[in-house]
């Protein structure tokens, strides 16, 4: 078994549904899995939370609430209602957090600084909920690129400046892939200390050929791997690493064992520090 | 003539030679250009010069120099030496500046924090001569998602820390597409002041179907241009706003006048303040 090794479900998710995704980790001893709603809600929250449980394995987190702007109230509305549910299915699967994808600009909207502030709003709605429910809320600072139509909240001092106005409960999602390029990285992962809730792994291709869907396996790109994971050690997070891994035209086609064979053979060589 | 708006000839590079292309911004009155090296090598330094002095037009800057990284001290040298031959043809052409696209990550590197190092060193190298040249280096942070291949600046707070510790000679160019998404955007350009030698000016497509090439006309995006140059006008600075748009699927398959059209038009109605 590889307890400090766990496989966000995205890596596999044009191979597996949920159920045998669950197999296939198993079947590799990996230690931990992250679920992603609509896997969940393909075979239905309870079956899902069944499973996991019988399955054993250690759920990192839930992928994903957040998506907070919205052009009219009655939108962020709605998007606040679908993290209270995101909450709940959370809590029903025993994930360590539920993760955030902010959002981005509403439609039409050019104002970056009123999409964060919605952003604000939005978490600040939810997180009594998510205290209530015991689930931690962990944003996820996404890459720059993602600005406009993915997240408005994309460095690790952005998030960190709002986990530390809206207090408890909340923390942050470090995904390599986002963060590796920040000339502030190793102070902010410090600064993070205990809200560290999940640590993403994947690597950055040269070239990379797609914004969304090119990400790379852990040593087939230029991210130091070891050297975050040492940072992210060193500020006391003790969890494990999350191997999540968009990627259309190479991994999304493989046979899902041969992807979980390569993760845990990369996890070994390349990214424990 | 539109004296605040300035044609950076990659925007064309495509469809012009610098003659050519020099031509076209005449017939359309623009007020200056922006051209990249190769297009001055092509024609010889010295006839780039007699052409651009007659033209009349306003040279807001010689793109580019940089790429400082490299795995051996002799490529670091050689990097060296041809910044210190584009000076000399800043110098040559009156340009405002010469744009520095510092470089990213050396062959076979995971070292980010090393390159930047590397980064200091080259511009470190390099200023006496600029200075001596009356040339002003102007370092363009560029994107997050350009780190591994082309700059390992990223944020303007990194470029002008780097001008801190450098003092007189250097300064910055804020492209928009490259710097639009920082939370820090405002209080960075304020911090910059009269370090501001250029303000280079496109738009972010949604989506964006390619990391170098996909660059959107003004207006055609998600950057509040009008707001960014605002900022730069409140900093002090008076300079043009210098059109640099890399379209290989759009504007560089267009006719150079329909091209140099929009952007005027553009400019107009949706970049000045």
Redesign the interface.
Known sequence: MKPGLSINLATIRQQCTLPRAIEVCLRHEVGGVAPWRDQVHAVGLKEAARLVRASGLKVTGLCRGGMFPGATPEKRREKIDDNIRAIEEAAAINADCLVLVVGG?PEN????KGA?EMVAEGLAAILPEARAARVALAIEPL???Y???RA?V??L??ALDLCDTLGEGIGVAVDVYHV????ELAEQIARAGSRLLAHHICD?L???RD?LLDRGMMGD????LK?IRRMIEGAGFRGSQEVEIFSAENWWKRDPDDVIRTCIERYNTVCCA
């Open positions: 600009l909207s050019r104002d970056i964060r890459h720059p690129m600005a406009a139509d408005c994309n460095t001092r952005q590796w390029w920040d000339p950055w040269v070239p990379t914004l790109g230029v991210i130091d050297g």
